[in-house]
T-cell receptor, first 114, second 112 residues
Framework: GENVEQHPSTLSVQEGDSAVIKCTYS??????FPWYKQELGKGPQLIID?????GEKKDQRIAVTLNKTAKHFSLHITETQPEDSAVYFC?????????????FGKGTMLLVSP | DVKVTQSSRYLVKRTGEKVFLECVQD?????MFWYRQDPGLGLRLIYF???????EKGDIPEGYSVSREKKERFSLILESASTNQTSMYLC???????????FGPGTRLTVT
């Protein structure tokens, strides 16, 4: 089955800095890569996703890049703000598998200091 | 607005008790999922269901069972709770052909 590795496990940045979280996956058939943000006391929420037919996707201050050859994808947050502090999870899935399950990474706790 | 609710935010049970965790979604989603979340281990899939009365094992089904009698409700059952089942339990749902999952707020279960 799929295995998703996520690094780093914790990341501390100053407000205004950029943050990068990286994930690698093992199954070359995976073609859907979402990122979820979990704020304290809440369930994870989808913030951005990318499919294998594109290499990059942006939404305001967040962007995701995908390198299918190397089987890794990354989340980039620019101009970080204290409200970006949360746990971030990457995930991977094969949309052709017939089951809409996701394999998650272990998560990254991002701390943004004012 | 999309909503997934879980019956309890916090639950304390004794070893050996039978425990029911309930999840309800109001989005008419076909798929429903149960995960457990532990520090350093991320989200691990316990069971999922793609239709009423259908269930599939996830990565860590041992010690758990599920029930889906109605489309909107998915229950996780711990037949005989053990201390190693102390965890945060998250329920999620998604449309049949969409991969975006909507999560509930979680139930923090402590087994003593």
């Amino acid at each position: 089955g799929e295995n998703v590795e996520q690094h780093p496990s914790t990341l501390s940045v100053q407000e205004g800095d950029s943050a990068v979280i990286k994930c690698t996956y093992s199954d070359s058939a995976s073609n859907y890569f979402p990122w979820y943000k979990q704020e304290l006391g809440k369930g994870p929420q989808l913030i951005i996703d990318i499919r294998s037919n594109v290499g990059e996707k942006k939404d305001q201050r967040i962007a995701v890049t995908l390198n299918k050859t190397a089987k890794h994808f990354s989340l980039h947050i620019t101009e970080t703000q204290p409200e970006d502090s949360a746990v971030y999870f990457c995930a991977a899935s094969n949309e052709n598998s017939g089951y809409s399950t996701l394999t998650f990474g272990k998560g990254t706790m991002l701390l943004v200091s004012p | 607005d999309v909503k997934v609710t879980q019956s309890s935010r916090y639950l304390v049970k004794r070893t050996g008790e039978k425990v029911f965790l309930e999840c309800v979604q109001d989005m008419d989603h076909e798929n429903m999922f149960w995960y457990r979340q532990d520090p350093g281990l991320g989200l691990r899939l316990i069971y999922f269901s793609y239709d009423v009365k259908m269930k599939e094992k996830g990565d860590i089904p041992e010690g758990y069972s599920v029930s889906r009698e109605k489309k909107e409700r998915f229950s996780l059952i711990l037949e005989s709770a053990s201390t190693n089942q102390t965890s945060m339990y998250l329920c999620a749902s998604s449309l049949k052909t969409r991969y975006e999952q909507y999560f509930g707020p979680g139930t923090r279960l402590t087994v003593t």
